[in-house]
């Protein structure tokens, strides 16, 4: 059931684009950056009652950059920015960054397959959600690759760091959405000033990105993390933005051609094959495998993608 539970947040983040446009204030992305991660992380401070300790102060601080604190921001401006979804396109190319991040930061060389299915995802993902509607803003696509960049380092940095014995996911997930809610907190107030007046439209939308979208997404997704490969995790990125193309069917009336089917069915493939393909890397040195291991290498007995 780990795979099955861990896809539900790319999922559930593949609705934000909808509930974005749809329910929340325009043009604020870092004030609803910030309200997606501050209050889902101090719930969850409360409800696990443990802070970190030791190294994990600046691991916590990080991961929660890495994460939320730049993640969040950059995600917003590139969908305020873009039309459609061509950020969701830069984000489904998160694979070949976690593929070359591992390179760097797990020793792993990465096999010719993980990079082809890695490829075909990012392919089927464009066929989807490209659009013909002109010239795209610079800015937006920037923030698009900066953010899949830092969600991909943050992922591979949760993958090496593992979580301190004892500590369970749900209180790793509020240690960075708190600490990633904090970085924001001050830029979004210097950059945006006073916070907007909510309806109850803009209200239920926060809440539910803060709940469903923040909280519980990511204690699933870090809870996978902890159980699958690096490679696994990010092969379940695409279902992000085939979530986004399938709600604005069926919730926004937006029609899918026989193109999109395809490219539906092209990365809905690359993702299977990225769970099931037995991640196929290997280690440049032994430097990874005789590094101490933590409890959350102790639960993935392949240790690293």
Do not use: C, H
Not at 186 to 202: I, K, M, N, T, Y
């Amino acid at each position: 059931m780990t795979i099955p539970l861990t896809a539900l947040a790319p999922v559930s983040w593949g609705t934000t684009y909808a509930v974005t446009t749809e329910f929340l204030p325009p043009d604020r992305p870092l004030f609803t950056g910030l309200m997606r991660a501050l209050p889902a992380g101090l719930v969850l401070l409360a409800l696990t009652r443990v802070l970190p300790k030791g190294a994990w102060w600046w691991k916590s601080l990080v991961l929660g950059a890495l994460n939320i604190g730049a993640f969040f921001p950059l995600l917003f401006v590139s969908a305020y920015r873009l039309p459609g979804g061509t950020a969701a396109v830069v984000g489904s190319v998160q694979p070949l960054f976690v593929v070359g991040l591992s390179a760097l930061l797990l020793g792993q060389r990465p096999a010719g397959r993980t990079l082809a299915t890695g490829a075909v995802a990012a392919l089927g993902v464009s066929l989807v959600v490209l659009r013909g509607s002109g010239a795209l803003d610079a800015l937006g696509v920037l923030a698009a690759v900066a953010a899949t960049a830092s969600m991909a380092a943050g992922t591979v940095l949760t993958k090496r760091w593992g979580r301190p014995d004892g500590v369970g996911p749900l209180a790793l997930t509020g240690w960075q959405l708190t600490t990633g809610g904090l970085l924001v907190a001050p830029v979004a107030f210097l950059a945006e000033g006073a916070p907007p007046a909510l309806d109850g439209r803009a209200v239920g939308g926060y809440l539910y990105l803060a709940l469903a979208g923040t909280a519980v997404a990511y204690w699933l997704w870090f809870r996978g993390i902890g159980r699958l490969t690096a490679t696994q995790v990010a092969f379940l990125g695409p279902l992000s933005p085939l979530t986004a193309a399938a709600v604005g069917w069926v919730a926004l009336g937006q029609a899918l051609t026989p193109v999109q089917v395809a490219g539906m069915a092209l990365a809905f493939g690359a993702t299977l094959a990225g769970q099931f393909g037995g991640g196929g890397s290997r280690p440049f040195s032994s430097a990874e495998k005789n590094r101490p291991k933590d409890s959350m290498d102790l639960m993935d007995p392949a240790l690293r993608r």
